[in-house]
């Protein structure tokens, strides 16, 4: 029987401006996970849930039975599969480790805001889903870096307590860090979850895991974590794009090619130039390496990135930027270019969700004109999207075992303020994604 010891790390306290009164809790004894033992040999695990194209879902999987099949059959009523989805698997090897059979299959069409029941390779537990509704409003939850540890467990289990219909996640899944049985580990710690509501990930530093002229990046994560990159014209797994309920979703990479010769480039020139901002009125980017941010750490990581792609975003009128990497939560105003700018997208670094290496505890004093909020704590947050026009943003830092609501704030989406009917604007956004 395996057993993964998931150590929590002592939280030190640290007063923000918007926290002064906040007073850390005590450190936890380190947990313990004994995952059960197998009854079978191709029983499915690590079992989570993606968004698939329009009214799709993926099922992803591993077995250790090299035969087991990929398909899955499905229905909505408990133990009853009136469909059936076939699809198709893949494996990869890390130095000594080898890894089991990983299995992806996509389902649908699917009705929206519906249950559906499951079964993997056509055995195994029953396991359920339930689709996004089709129309607001919708709730996202958000929380990246998560790891493995007394404090990921925390936040997933105040996650389970939030009516949300997708997660988001950017950037830094396991911290397996080479160590590859990690990811195994991963899978089941977060498969309660995940196989119920669908996640949607990017890709971290953590998940590069290169070794020169031996293993090439992103090996393990693009095999377990496959996303719809071929059902939105993305050639990589590590950026694409997403639809759900009125919000279109794109998710970048901090870690490959950005510049504006490069495919991501290109490829997010081309995605951003399709947006229809009737149908999805609210814009919401995710990548990892944060552009805006006061913390002493990682600090100017992300300058590069921001150079090339940051007047996309802006003329493009992204609603809001969520990002991981310092492990702590910060809130911008409304910003570009540097500084505040009523008609730029919010941005928001959640790396806070348990991670091992601990919190980034030390921002820069004075706190520069466009940080609202900033916390080292771990936690999750939450966007109900209410309307096309209003949507209620909350923090939750993991307060001893209750999720405590820290900050919050009530967002307009910027294509029903005067910015967006600037006629000067549409004129820059032609421009920016269509030439002169």
Not at 95 to 107: D, N, P, Q
Not at 300 to 323: C, Q
Not at 386 to 398: G, P, Q
């Amino acid at each position: 029987m395996e057993r993964l010891v998931l150590v929590t790390f002592s939280l030190l306290i640290f007063a923000s401006v918007a926290a002064a009164d906040y007073v850390r809790p005590k450190p936890r004894q380190a947990l313990q996970f004994p995952w059960k033992q197998k009854s079978s040999y191709s029983q499915p695990e690590q079992v989570h849930i993606s968004l698939a194209g329009d009214k799709h879902m993926r099922v992803s999987w591993v077995t250790n039975d090299k035969s087991s099949p990929s398909f899955v059959e499905y229905g909505t009523s408990p133990g009853k599969y009136s469909f059936l989805g076939q699809g198709e698997s893949t494996s990869y090897s890390y130095i000594f480790y080898r890894s089991g059979k990983i299995h992806h299959t996509v389902i649908g069409p699917l009705e929206a805001d519906t249950v559906y029941y499951y079964r993997c390779g056509g055995g195994g537990p029953e396991f359920h889903l339930k689709t996004p509704p089709a129309a607001f409003p919708v709730t996202f939850a958000v929380a990246g870096d998560l790891g493995q540890t007394g404090w990921t467990k925390s936040t997933l289990d105040h996650i389970d307590r939030c009516k949300y219909a997708v997660h988001l996640l950017p950037g830094d899944l396991s911290y397996a860090d080479y160590m590859q049985h990690k990811w195994d580990s991963f899978g089941e710690l977060v498969q309660p979850l995940a196989s119920v509501r669908p996640w949607m990930v990017t890709q971290g530093n953590h998940e590069k895991e290169s070794i020169p002229f031996v293993v090439d990046e992103f090996v393990s994560y693009n095999s377990r974590w496959k996303m719809p990159y071929e059902e939105s014209g993305s050639k990589s797994n590590l950026y694409y794009s997403f639809e759900v309920s009125g919000v279109h979703v794109i998710m970048l990479g901090s870690y490959t090619d950005y510049d504006r010769s490069s495919d991501q480039y290109n490829w997010l020139k081309a995605d951003l130039s399709k947006v229809d901002r009737e149908k999805t009125p609210w814009l919401i980017v995710l990548f990892h390496v944060p552009w805006y941010n006061s913390n002493d750490a990682h600090q100017r990581e992300g300058d590069g990135m921001m150079a090339e792609m940051e007047p996309l975003l802006y003329a493009s009128g992204v609603d809001i930027v969520f990002t991981g990497h310092v492990h702590a939560y910060e809130r911008t105003k409304r910003v570009n270019n540097g500084k505040s700018d009523p008609c730029g997208p919010i941005h928001i670094t959640i790396g806070d969700g348990g991670n091992r290496e601990g919190l980034a505890r030390k921002y820069k004093d004075p706190s520069p004109e466009w940080s609202v909020f900033r916390e080292a704590s771990f936690g999750h947050g939450e966007l109900n999207m209410v309307n096309s026009t209003h949507a209620h943003w909350t923090w939750h830092r993991n307060d001893d075992d209750e999720p405590t609501r820290s900050d919050e704030v009530w967002l307009t989406s910027l294509v029903s303020s005067g910015c967006w009917t600037q006629k000067k604007w549409h004129k820059e956004l032609r421009t920016m994604l269509m030439g002169p």
